[in-house]
């Protein structure tokens, strides 16, 4: 098989996985791991794949990657509708208490699905906390929910509100469930995201909340951004689309994770 060939064949198993191996990629084309590594290096020199541990990703999972809202907005958009569905079954209409949604695209998800959120008779409204200004914006109409606003810095990246002001408001609640997002989950590495003072609101989440929830698709399965706001130990429930891979669904077991899957 030609190099042209094997370039192709990498460049396909990535558009379908997302991650591939040397190794597998040794095996599937019968050819030796130094000539996978090789291939993987030019195709980095081509800025078409960022080599990692054991193999490589697409080049636009760096570790500083980071895209706006409204790009993430359209993509995966039923995966998070599903997710958004499935962390929607935590707030039932009998829920009494308060809840904390994080900044994000599948967070965003379950906002959509709770500005119609209706308590039984005789409960009270929901009191939801978020940084995020679109969600705020999102929730504020409903009569039935009680909006509160983390302040800050507002990142124009992703709408959501950073820094010392929201770090301290957090610092002041408790809220039952904490609804987060996340631009990777690694069995190694835990949950990262690639801003730094978005991952220190990440981790004050985390730690104030009496239930931690975490939201993410399945394309950001054992992927890892620069900045870990938690240990996968750290939080308690999974939502995802798809079950996670052998490492990573070990890893989860292991920290005692409940994992669910929309």
Do not use: C
């Not at 950073?162 to 809220?175: H, K």
């Not at 620069?226 to 890893?251: C, Q, W």
């Amino acid at each position: 098989m030609y190099a042209m060939e094997r370039h192709e064949h990498i460049m396909d198993a990535l558009a379908r996985t997302g991650r591939v191996s040397v190794a597998d990629l040794a095996a599937e084309l019968d050819v030796t791991p130094e000539t996978i590594r090789r291939d993987l290096d030019a195709l980095e020199r081509a800025g078409h794949v960022r080599r990692v541990h054991g193999g490589a990703v697409g080049a636009g999972r760096a570790s500083l990657a980071e895209t706006t809202v409204l790009e993430r907005t359209e993509r995966h958009t039923d995966a998070k509708r599903a997710i958004a569905q499935a962390a929607l079954a935590l707030v039932p209409p009998t829920f009494t208490g308060a809840i904390l949604l994080d900044a994000g695209t599948t967070t965003g998800a379950l906002a959509e699905a709770l500005a119609g959120w209706q308590p039984e008779p005789g409960i009270a409204p929901l009191t939801v906390y978020t940084n995020s200004v679109p969600i705020a914006a999102l929730l504020h109409g409903n009569a039935n929910l009680i909006v509160r606003i983390i302040g800050g810095t507002v990142r124009g990246v992703t709408s959501a509100a950073v820094g010392p002001t929201a770090i301290a408001q957090l610092a002041d609640i408790r809220p039952d469930i904490a609804f987060l997002g996340t631009n990777g989950v690694s069995a190694e590495f835990g949950l990262s995201t690639p801003d730094e003072l978005e991952a220190e609101v990440k981790r004050a989440m985390v730690e104030r909340s009496r239930l931690a929830v975490v939201l993410v698709d399945a394309s950001k399965h054992d992927d890892e951004a620069l900045h870990r706001f938690a240990g996968l130990d750290e939080v308690d429930v999974l939502i995802t689309d798809a079950p996670p891979g052998p490492a990573l669904a070990n890893a989860l077991d292991d920290a005692e994770v409940e994992v669910r899957v929309a």
